[in-house]
C-alpha cells in the first residue's frame, strides 16, 4: 500500500513539474506569435485584442477584417500603452502616428511593416448647410492651386516626413471678410498639436493659408475626436481641420473637401526587446521635465486649472442661489410650484451630467453664439441647484416643526421665522453635505472637453499627445484635482 502511495505521488510530482516546464514555452511562444513575426496572421485568430480609437476608420476596416477579434474601444494615446502593458495584442491606427510616437521615446512596441487594406484619404469636412456660400467650391479651388504650385506637397514633407515643426509666416488679411470657425483635436502631432503653448501643424497651417488666400479671419475650437463631427453638424464651427478620414458613412452626415493625403493603417504590436531602462528617478525627472519644463508646458496646466475653477466657482454660486430660490417657492407646498420642480429636477438627476451638457451645446444653444465655458456653467449649475433643492428640503425637514410654531406665536413673520429660526438650525444638518458635493462638481468638470472646454483635463490630454506618456501627467491631473478640492472646501 505504501508502495502504491508512493508511486501515485510521484506520478502527479513528475506530471506538477513536467506542465510548468511546458507553460513558460507555450506562453513565449504564444507572446512570439502576437509581437507580430508572422506579420497580420495572427489578427485572424479568434479572441485576438485589437485596440481601436472609436469613431476612426480603422474602426470600420478591422471589424470588417477580423469580425472574431475581441474588439476594445480606447483613446488613441492609450492603445500605445495599452500595447506596451500587454493588455491588447494590437492596435490598429495611423501608421505615421505609431512609428513618430516611438521616435519620441514611446518603450515596449513596435510597428509591423505590413499595412491593413487600402490607404485612406484625409479631407476638410464641411457642413451640408455651410453659412458661407460657395464655401466647398472655395475649399476645392484653393486645395486644387496649392497642389498644383507644390505648396501642399513641401506641407506634407515638411511636417509628415522630416519632421520640421516650424510655422511658416503666414499674414492674416488685414481686412478680412469673412470669420471661419475651425474644429481641431489639439493633440495629434504633427497635424494639430500644441508647441510652446501655440496651436500648430499641418491642419493649422493648411486654413491659416486658406484664410490669408479667401480674406478671412480664421478662430480654431478645440473638441474632443468623438465631438468633432458633431460641433460641425451643430453649426458650432464651419469646417474640420484634423487629419479627418473621408467615409460613405461620414459622408452622410457633413461633405468632404477634394483629398489633401493618404494614411496607411499601421499595427502597433508589444516588443519584447530587453532594452535597458533608466532607473526610477531618472524616469521621474524626465517625466516631470517633458510633462511642466519643456516648452513651458505648465502654461497649459495653469490655462486649464483656470478654466476648471472659473467653471467651478460660478457652477457653485448660481447652483446655490437658484436651488435656493426654487427651494424658497416650493416651501409652503403649494402645488404647480412643486410638480414644476419635481419634473425638472426629475429629469436633471435622471441623466449623466455629459448627456445633459451635450443637450444643452449641440441641441438648446446649437444656433446661439454661447461658448462652451457659459454651457458648461449652465449644465453644473443646474446639477448643483438640484442637489442645493435636496439638501435644503432634508435640513429643514430635520428641524422640529415646533420651532416655526414658537417663532410664528412669539410675531415673527414667516421669511422672518425662516431665516432667523429655522435656517440657522438646518445649516449644520446639510452643510458636510454641501461640502461633498462642491468636490464632486469639481470633479465632474472633467467632461467639458467634449463641447470644446479646455479645462485641466483637456490640457492633460493634449500634453499626453506631445510626451506620449499616461503615468506623470494623469497622476499630475489628480494631484491637482486634490488640491483644488482642498482648497474650496477650506
Same mark, same amino acid.
Given at each position: 500500500?505504501?508502495?502504491?502511495?508512493?508511486?501515485?505521488?510521484?506520478?502527479?510530482?513528475?506530471?506538477?513539474?513536467?506542465?510548468?516546464?511546458?507553460? #513558460?514555452?507555450?506562453?513565449?511562444?504564444?507572446?512570439?506569435?502576437?509581437?507580430?513575426?508572422?506579420?497580420?496572421?495572427?489578427?485572424?485568430?479568434?479572441?485576438?485584442?485589437?485596440?481601436?480609437?472609436?469613431?476612426?476608420?480603422?474602426?470600420?476596416?478591422?471589424?470588417?477584417?477580423?469580425?472574431?477579434?475581441?474588439?476594445?474601444?480606447?483613446?488613441?494615446?492609450?492603445?500605445?500603452?495599452?500595447?506596451?502593458?500587454?493588455?491588447?495584442?494590437?492596435?490598429?491606427?495611423?501608421?505615421?502616428?505609431?512609428?513618430?510616437?516611438?521616435?519620441?521615446?514611446?518603450?515596449?512596441?513596435?510597428?509591423?511593416?505590413?499595412?491593413?487594406?487600402?490607404?485612406?484619404?484625409?479631407?476638410?469636412?464641411?457642413?451640408?448647410?455651410?453659412?458661407?456660400?460657395?464655401?466647398?467650391?472655395?475649399?476645392? =479651388?484653393?486645395?486644387?492651386?496649392?497642389?498644383?504650385?507644390?505648396?501642399?506637397?513641401?506641407?506634407?514633407?515638411?511636417?509628415?516626413?522630416?519632421?520640421?515643426?516650424?510655422? #511658416?509666416?503666414?499674414? *492674416?488679411?488685414?481686412?478680412?471678410? =469673412?470669420?471661419?470657425?475651425?474644429?481641431?483635436?489639439?493633440?495629434?502631432? #504633427?497635424?494639430?498639436?500644441?508647441?510652446?503653448?501655440?496651436?500648430?501643424?499641418?491642419?493649422?497651417?493648411?486654413?491659416?493659408?486658406?484664410?490669408?488666400?479667401?480674406?478671412?479671419?480664421?478662430?480654431?475650437?478645440? %473638441?474632443?475626436?468623438?465631438?468633432?463631427?458633431?460641433?460641425?453638424?451643430?453649426?458650432?464651427?464651419?469646417?474640420?481641420?484634423?487629419?479627418?478620414?473621408?467615409?460613405?458613412?461620414?459622408?452622410? *452626415?457633413?461633405?468632404?473637401?477634394?483629398?489633401?493625403?493618404?494614411?496607411?493603417?499601421?499595427?502597433?504590436?508589444?516588443?519584447?526587446?530587453?532594452?535597458?531602462?533608466?532607473?526610477?528617478?531618472?524616469?521621474?525627472?524626465?517625466?516631470?521635465?517633458?510633462?511642466?519644463?519643456?516648452?513651458?508646458?505648465?502654461?497649459?496646466?495653469?490655462?486649464?486649472?483656470?478654466?476648471? +475653477?472659473?467653471?467651478?466657482?460660478?457652477?457653485?454660486?448660481?447652483?446655490?442661489?437658484?436651488?435656493?430660490?426654487?427651494?424658497?417657492?416650493? @416651501?409652503?407646498?403649494?402645488?404647480?410650484?412643486?410638480?414644476?420642480?419635481?419634473?425638472?429636477?426629475?429629469?436633471?438627476?435622471?441623466?449623466?451630467? +455629459?448627456?445633459?451638457?451635450?443637450?444643452? =451645446?449641440?441641441?438648446?444653444?446649437?444656433?446661439?453664439?454661447?461658448?462652451?465655458?457659459?454651457? *458648461?456653467?449652465?449644465?453644473?449649475?443646474?446639477?448643483?441647484?438640484?442637489?442645493?433643492?435636496?439638501?435644503?428640503?432634508?435640513?429643514?425637514?430635520?428641524?422640529?416643526?415646533?420651532?416655526?410654531?414658537?417663532?410664528?406665536?412669539?410675531?415673527?413673520?414667516?421669511?422672518?421665522?425662516?431665516?432667523?429660526?429655522?435656517?440657522?438650525?438646518?445649516?449644520?444638518?446639510?452643510?458636510?453635505? %454641501?461640502?461633498?458635493?462642491?468636490?464632486?462638481?469639481?470633479?465632474?468638470?472633467?467632461?467639458?472637453?467634449?463641447?470644446?472646454?479646455?479645462?485641466?483635463?483637456?490640457?492633460?490630454?493634449?500634453?499626453?499627445? @506631445?510626451? %506620449?506618456?499616461?503615468?506623470?501627467?494623469?497622476?499630475?491631473?489628480?494631484?491637482?484635482?486634490?488640491?483644488?478640492?482642498?482648497?474650496?472646501?477650506?
Amino acid at each position: 500500500m505504501k508502495n502504491v502511495r508512493k508511486k501515485t505521488l510521484s506520478f502527479f510530482a513528475a506530471l506538477f513539474i513536467a506542465l510548468f516546464s511546458v507553460l #513558460p514555452i507555450t506562453a513565449q511562444a504564444s507572446s512570439d506569435n502576437n509581437t507580430g513575426e508572422s506579420e497580420l496572421a495572427f489578427l485572424s485568430e479568434k479572441g485576438v485584442r485589437i485596440g481601436v480609437a472609436t469613431g476612426t476608420i480603422q474602426d470600420m476596416i478591422v471589424n470588417s477584417l477580423y469580425p472574431d477579434a475581441d474588439i476594445e474601444y480606447i483613446e488613441k494615446f492609450q492603445g500605445y500603452l495599452s500595447v506596451s502593458q500587454g493588455k491588447l495584442d494590437a492596435y490598429v491606427y495611423d501608421k505615421r502616428q505609431m512609428l513618430l510616437a516611438i521616435a519620441n521615446g514611446q518603450q515596449g512596441v513596435r510597428v509591423l511593416d505590413e499595412t491593413l487594406a487600402e490607404p485612406a484619404k484625409v479631407a476638410l469636412g464641411i457642413s451640408k448647410n455651410p453659412a458661407i456660400p460657395e464655401f466647398k467650391n472655395s475649399l476645392n =479651388y484653393f486645395i486644387d492651386k496649392i497642389k498644383a504650385d507644390g505648396t501642399l506637397d513641401d506641407m506634407y514633407e515638411r511636417w509628415s516626413v522630416q519632421g520640421n515643426y516650424d510655422m #511658416p509666416q503666414i499674414d *492674416a488679411p488685414s481686412n478680412p471678410h =469673412y470669420h471661419i470657425k475651425v474644429a481641431t483635436t489639439g493633440d495629434v502631432a #504633427p497635424y494639430s498639436f500644441y508647441q510652446n503653448n501655440e496651436l500648430t501643424g499641418y491642419d493649422i497651417e493648411i486654413m491659416k493659408r486658406f484664410g490669408a488666400w479667401f480674406g478671412a479671419d480664421i478662430e480654431f475650437f478645440i %473638441y474632443d475626436w468623438d465631438s468633432i463631427v458633431p460641433a460641425l453638424q451643430a453649426g458650432k464651427v464651419d469646417v474640420i481641420s484634423s487629419n479627418l478620414n473621408d467615409t460613405p458613412e461620414r459622408e452622410e *452626415a457633413i461633405d468632404f473637401s477634394d483629398s489633401l493625403y493618404e494614411i496607411e493603417h499601421g499595427v502597433m504590436v508589444q516588443d519584447t526587446g530587453t532594452e535597458a531602462k533608466p532607473g526610477i528617478f531618472e524616469s521621474i525627472a524626465d517625466s516631470f521635465e517633458k510633462t511642466f519644463i519643456k516648452e513651458d508646458r505648465y502654461k497649459l496646466f495653469l490655462s486649464g486649472i483656470l478654466t476648471t +475653477v472659473i467653471i467651478t466657482v460660478f457652477s457653485i454660486l448660481f447652483g446655490t442661489a437658484l436651488g435656493f430660490i426654487i427651494y424658497m417657492c416650493c @416651501r409652503k407646498g403649494k402645488k404647480a410650484p412643486n410638480i414644476i420642480a419635481k419634473i425638472f429636477f426629475s429629469l436633471i438627476h435622471g441623466m449623466p451630467v +455629459v448627456v445633459l451638457l451635450m443637450i444643452l =451645446y449641440y441641441i438648446v444653444f446649437a444656433k446661439a453664439a454661447v461658448s462652451g465655458t457659459i454651457v *458648461a456653467i449652465i449644465a453644473f449649475t443646474l446639477v448643483f441647484a438640484s442637489a442645493v433643492f435636496s439638501m435644503l428640503k432634508a435640513g429643514v425637514g430635520a428641524v422640529e416643526r415646533g420651532q416655526e410654531e414658537a417663532a410664528l406665536s412669539l410675531g415673527y413673520g414667516d421669511l422672518r421665522s425662516f431665516f432667523r429660526i429655522i435656517l440657522p438650525q438646518a445649516l449644520p444638518h446639510f452643510l458636510p453635505t %454641501y461640502k461633498g458635493e462642491v468636490v464632486s462638481l469639481l470633479k465632474a468638470t472633467a467632461i467639458v472637453g467634449y463641447i470644446g472646454v479646455q479645462d485641466l483635463t483637456k490640457m492633460g490630454d493634449i500634453v499626453r499627445g @506631445r510626451t %506620449y506618456e499616461a503615468f506623470f501627467p494623469l497622476i499630475a491631473i489628480a494631484i491637482i484635482y486634490f488640491a483644488l478640492g482642498g482648497l474650496l472646501i477650506f
